[in-house]
């Protein structure tokens, strides 16, 4: 092996390990095994940093070199300068030693490239320090309430409007089934609450910080903060992004309420008595536990009124929030006015569920 490589091969010294490198082999037998190649480096040396007596080394062994016969290269320009040049001009007052020859400059070439430059002093490290990372927990928020926006907003679009839930009193009955079929066909609603369901577990999660990271100042209410700086921390975009996550999965429960009184008013009397209803919801079960089909609507629209008090307590703590802020809180107004309304609107749609859970229980209570 030529005296200009490394004794070990890349892999080995990479890893600090010996290299077991039988004699006469072009490669070791840790590379054999792994069957990659097994390569050899000339050695790096460590480089010092050019100190001051270096230089004067360096010049040093040059006058001996050189003796007496050294002669001073002049720097001013080869040529001379016009006469009618405005020398008392500061654009002209530039400095003849700390510049090359006139007319025989030199190309520059950068000694390192940009990636190897050394910016962790000074203030720029402290400002890329900054900017770099959006805080902890910012982006993960962020994304959360992107994901589940984008997944509430499909199934909002899938999901029949009440036009699409009319049906004409004069429709016969043997129509009125067959378009609640190709409907439910259509649609699936099953999916669509199973999904409801998931996505609004995820935003009741995600809530608390939520609030906790657009908020920061609501959270530290006894720190000797200025009131105006402390209106300014708080985080406009997000809790935007958290009110249209709340309002989106108040949309999805509406239209799934458009749905249930459709059933009650329209299908439900349509049930000839001792028909065992299968409704085309999620299958619910509790363990070992399944629901029965006819309890499984009702246990369902339990399960939503408990999420609606869980998005009750977010709201109510968003607006608790907002309020306690101290200072010029004008721009806050719009913010306020939207979750205060969040909350009545939930309230109103818990109200609506209870009261048809209970229209589905009489009907089932009628047609056993």
Known sequence: MSADLRQACDRCHSKKLRCPRPAGSAECARCSRARVPCLFSPPSRASRPFRRHDAAAAVAVAVAAAGDALTPVSVLPTTALPSSLPLGDPLLAWDPVACPPYGDFAVFTPSASPDALNLSDGPASAFFARTADPGPGDESAIAKLTGIMLALDRVLRSLPTLHQLGIPDDMPVDQVIRYIEELNAKVDIRNNVEAILLHTQHLIIVYPDVLRLALPAAQRPDTDTDTDNQVHVVDDALLHLLIACHKRVLDCLC????????????????????????????????????????????????????????????????????????????????????????????????????????????????IN
């Not at 009397?269 to 299958?283: K, Q, S």
């Not at 109510?316 to 721009?331: C, E, K, N, P, R």
Request: net charge neutral; proline share 5%; aromatic share 4%.
């Open 255 to 366: 239209r799934l309420l458009d749905s249930c009184r459709t059933c009650t008013k329209t299908v439900a009397p349509l049930i000839p008595h001792g028909y065992d209803p299968t409704f085309n919801t999620p299958e619910v079960r509790i363990g070992s536990f399944v629901a029965p089909k006819a309890a499984a609507a009702t246990i369902l629209l339990s399960m939503i009124s408990e999420m609606y008090l869980k998005l009750i307590a977010g709201a109510d703590s968003f607006v608790a929030q907002l309020t306690s802020i101290q200072g010029d809180v004008d721009h806050l107004g719009p913010l306020i006015a939207q979750s205060r309304a969040l909350c009545d609107r939930t309230r109103v749609l818990t109200k609506e569920t209870t009261e048809a859970r209970e229209k589905l229980a009489l009907v089932g209570i009628e």
